[in-house]
């Protein structure tokens, strides 16, 4: 195990840790897909938070290629996969009255939606 | 997994309440918890979906009734026991013989 | 707590953290200059400065705000900043009649290079649970009224995407240098939960 000496620090900062992985990867989605969010529970760790979950959005935007925290986090592996923009509604999300112009957008693993039929 | 943690949407939490020219640390023990935790991160000990995953591991209560900085406190004793580069009984040691000195 | 009680551990977050570094420096897991050193930069070296002057320099630049909102970390390191919790940075533009506010739901994340460590309050409860629930509602609580016709995006940052809001240019401020530009930018405008006032 390294161990960071004080020459160190300033390399860490300015460089940091990205989680974004330099393999090429089919992306399963496109910019203005139509989606829909996987309803699953897991008991270990995810970043799918539950408000969003079997909820129906738009890909917004694609950011690449990332680590999956999912699978990374139980060591797993790193399960490389696109990670997308997705944009919701409030009244999506919330129901009732909720605004239909404003936006929610929460990033999204492929394994997190589906094709929205 | 379905913790506490994931606030989006609850209720009940509470007004935001901003502190006016908030330093970046309130109290010593904050800056040695920031530096021990970025220290063992950046030496390569756990990655940050270990270090995420630690911390909702600590359980609802624990979570809802401890700061910012409790919970990286949490986060570094929990990782660092689990694999293995010190032990239970070696930190509870040390906190012992620390609060001798102290009292 | 029992005097001699051995067997639960004490809960005082300073004497545990004081153990937990001593035993790390005992055992060679961790760097007594190094931790001063990690204390030194986030205290003192990073922080919404940075941010602002990545606002200033798109307000006074517009090929800078083109390369920003194309290409936000390759636009930010320009200014020579980069690294932990910014490595991945996504740039919102607030115009007039549309406004951005960022908020991670499930921790914290923020980005420290350009604002530094987070505020208490964006790492607590009460933000993350309604920022995308009632953001409206959230922006009243920070003194921002918006009008009923202005659009709200919500960006919750869950994933390793880190963003940052560059301010609408208040009126009033066409012959101020980029300096003094980047003096009126605050930390709450470049994370949505504030608006830059106009000069007096």
């Not at chain 3, 705000?65 to 970390?73: E, G, Y």
């Not at chain 3, 900043?81 to 607030?94: A, K, L, R, Y």
């Amino acid at each position: 195990m390294a161990v960071l000496t004080a020459d160190m620090v300033a390399g860490l900062a300015s460089t940091g840790a990205s989680c974004r992985l330099d393999e090429t990867v089919a992306p399963k989605f496109s910019v203005g897909d139509h989606v829909v969010v996987r309803n699953i529970n897991p008991t270990g760790h995810t970043r799918l938070p539950r408000y969003v979950r079997g909820k129906r959005g738009i890909v917004d935007r694609d950011h690449g290629v990332f680590i999956f925290p999912d699978t990374n986090a139980h060591s797993e592996g790193e399960k490389p996969q696109h990670v997308y923009s997705v944009r919701f509604t409030p009244r999506e999300l919330w129901g009732g009255d909720a605004s239909e112009r404003d936006s929610v957008y929460i990033d999204m693993w492929d394994d997190y939606i589906d094709p929205a039929s | 997994m379905n913790g506490v943690h994931d606030l989006g949407g609850m209720h009940g939490m509470g007004p935001i309440d901003p502190e006016a020219n908030e330093p970046v640390f309130h109290n010593e023990w904050e800056r040695r918890v920031f530096a021990v935790t970025i220290a063992t991160f950046g030496g390569g000990n756990y990655h940050v979906d270990q270090f995420r995953h630690a911390i909702e591991r600590m359980g609802a209560a624990n979570y809802l009734s401890t700061s910012y900085y409790e919970h990286w406190l949490h986060m570094v004793e929990t990782l660092m026991i689990e694999t293995g580069a010190i032990s239970r009984d070696e930190l509870n040691a040390e906190q012992t013989k620390l609060a001798k000195e102290a009292s | 707590m029992a005097k001699h009680e051995h067997t639960a551990p004490p809960s005082d977050p300073a004497l545990r953290v004081k153990a937990l570094e001593s035993l790390l420096l005992e055992k060679g897991l961790i760097d007594a200059k190094a931790l001063d050193e990690i204390i030194d930069t986030y205290e003192n070296k990073v922080g919404p400065r940075n941010g602002a002057a990545v606002v200033a320099r798109a307000w006074v630049d517009a090929d800078y705000k083109k390369r920003l909102l194309d290409d936000a970390t390759a636009a930010i390191a320009e200014l020579g900043f980069s690294g932990v919790q910014g490595e991945d940075m996504v740039v919102v533009e607030n115009l007039p009649g549309l406004h951005n506010i960022v908020v991670c739901t499930l921790c914290s994340c923020y980005p420290w290079p350009t604002l530094g460590l987070p505020p208490v309050w964006y790492k607590a409860a009460p933000y993350r649970s309604r920022a995308v629930s009632d953001p409206r509602g959230v922006l009243d609580e920070f003194g921002v009224s918006l009008a009923d016709d202005v659009e709200i995006r919500v960006w919750d940052s869950n994933a390793e995407l880190r963003y940052l809001v560059l301010p609408e240019r208040p009126d009033g401020t066409d012959g101020m240098s980029e300096d003094e530009l980047a003096a009126m930018v605050t930390r709450d405008s470049m994370i949505g939960t504030g608006v830059i006032q106009a000069p007096k």
